[in-house]
């Protein structure tokens, strides 16, 4: 089973600031098969990143993802005040179980 | 256009059973797997298992394997996730997910339900 790390816990930035989010992984994630979703209070998630650099439908372009590997990283470019919520790696690489990261809360400083 | 619609909140005891259920509407139910994801109170997201509607096909993780129990009808288009003895550690609130690629578990949940909070509480 991969296990995946995402860092920060917590990062605390202003809007139009630049957010990085990491996302590690234990062992190789096939075919670059990495998301990134995005949970707001009270809501399900959302799907941004799939194939770990290609935005979902409806998605802004201020929303990037790069990485392969092992190694992953969201990028927001300026944030926006709706940009602030929880964010999640999750691989689907291999067979099943597809694991998420543990999550990085993005926060308003 | 996709729907994924759960049924409401539910308060049960522990040791009782319960079966929840994810409607789906908008597309081929039988050609796209279709899974469930736990999220504990204030948690991350846990990946609890797929089925595939069309031959039921089913894939859990080992951490619940054994614990839940998912099944389909495809005459309603529904999915459902079941507990036979609910313990107080299962409440949580509970997604339905659906896979985006076409008969492919190897495409991230491009369709997510709205959630349903389980309550286990004596």
């Known amino acids: 089973e991969i296990v995946l790390t995402q860092s920060p816990g917590t990062l605390s930035l202003s809007p139009g600031e630049r957010a990085t989010l990491s996302c590690r992984a234990n062992?190789?994630?096939?075919?670059?098969?990495l998301a990134w979703y995005q949970q707001k209070p009270g809501q399900a998630p959302r799907l941004l990143i799939y194939g770990a650099s290609s935005r979902a439908t409806g998605i802004p372009d201020r929303f990037s993802g790069s990485g392969s590997g092992t190694d992953f990283t969201l990028t927001i470019s300026r944030l926006e005040p709706e940009d602030f919520a929880v964010y999640y790696c999750q691989q689907y690489g291999s067979s099943p179980p597809y694991t998420f990261g543990q999550g990085t809360r993005l926060e308003i400083k | 256009e996709v729907q994924l619609v759960q049924s409401g909140a539910e308060v049960k005891k522990p040791g009782e059973s319960l079966k929840i259920s994810c409607k789906a509407s908008?597309?081929?139910?039988?050609?796209?797997?279709i899974g469930w994801v736990r999220q504990l109170p204030g948690k991350g997201l846990d990946w609890m298992g797929i089925?595939?509607?069309?031959?039921?096909?089913?894939r859990y993780s080992p951490s619940f394997q054994g614990q839940v129990t998912i099944s389909v009808d495809k005459s309603t288009n529904a999915a459902y996730l079941q507990w036979s003895s609910l313990k107080a550690s299962d409440t949580a609130i509970y997604y339905c997910?659906?896979?985006?690629?076409?008969?492919?578990?190897?495409?991230?949940?491009?369709?997510w339900g709205q959630g349903a909070l389980v309550t286990v509480s004596s």
């Open positions: 089925i595939y509607p069309g031959d039921s096909d089913t």
């Open positions: 908008g597309y081929s139910f039988t050609n796209y797997w």
């Open positions: 997910a659906r896979h985006s690629g076409s008969s492919s578990w190897r495409s991230p949940f491009g369709y």
């Open positions: 062992q190789t994630v096939s075919s670059n098969y």
